[in-house]
Every structure is written in C-alpha cells, then in structure tokens.
C-alpha cells in the first residue's frame, strides 16, 4: 500500500513563507505525476501545483504561479510546495495526490493516491 503523508503547515503572517512536504512511502513507489491540491472552507478543491514525476514537467494555477514552486527528490519519494509571498486567500488545507499512470488533464488526473492533508493559515 502506498501512502502520503503532508507535513509542513502552520500559521503565518501574509507575506511569509511556507515549505510543504508530501513523502510518498510503502515498499515500492512508482508515480506518474504528483500534484499539490488545496481547500478553504466553502471553497472547491483546486489544484494549485503539480509535477511530473520523470521529467520535471510543472503546471501551476494561475493563482499561485510565481508564488509557489512544486519539486521532487526522486531519492526520497518526496514533493516538495515552497510558497512565497503568501495571502490570507491561500488559507487552506493543502493535500497531495499521485497518480500511478498517465494523467488526461492536470486538474482530473486521475490520482490514485491521497493524503491526509496539512493546514496552512495565512493572517493578516
């Protein structure tokens, strides 16, 4: 069984700085792509970042490009979601997903894995 767990959350004042970690664990992990999705409280689910997990391919949301960087450490089986510049709007809380084989569209996927998620909340 594969699982993921997120750490890295926490509160922050807007304009700060947050590193998440999703690490990827079981016996064996193979993964197409990885992809960071977030959710505030009346809010979908949107994803904000993801990653192929070969190549390096990046797709970031509109609302976050030049803020948030996605990467791997293909050593460790870990993603990595450095967010800069953060907003009261990025409160959420921040799952990752994984997919085993090829994805149709960054947003659908589909993922095959899931984590449990880590709160980020960013104050005024």
């Known amino acids: 069984q594969v699982q993921l767990v997120e750490s890295g959350g926490g509160l922050v004042q807007a304009g700060g700085s947050l590193r998440l970690s999703c690490a990827a664990s079981?016996?064996?992990?193979?993964?197409?792509?990885m992809g960071w999705f977030r959710q505030a409280p009346g809010k979908e689910r949107e994803l904000v970042a993801g990653?192929?997990?070969?190549?390096?391919?990046?797709y970031y949301a509109d609302s976050v490009r030049g803020r948030f960087t996605i990467s791997r450490d293909n050593a460790k089986n870990t993603v990595f979601l450095q967010m800069n510049s953060l907003k009261p709007e990025d409160t959420a809380v921040y799952s990752c997903a994984a997919a085993r084989e090829y994805i149709t569209t960054w947003i659908s996927g589909p993922y095959d894995y899931w984590g449990q998620g880590t709160q980020v909340t960013v104050s005024s």
């Open positions: 079981g016996r064996t992990f193979s993964a197409y792509a």
């Open positions: 990653v192929q997990w070969m190549v390096g391919s990046t």
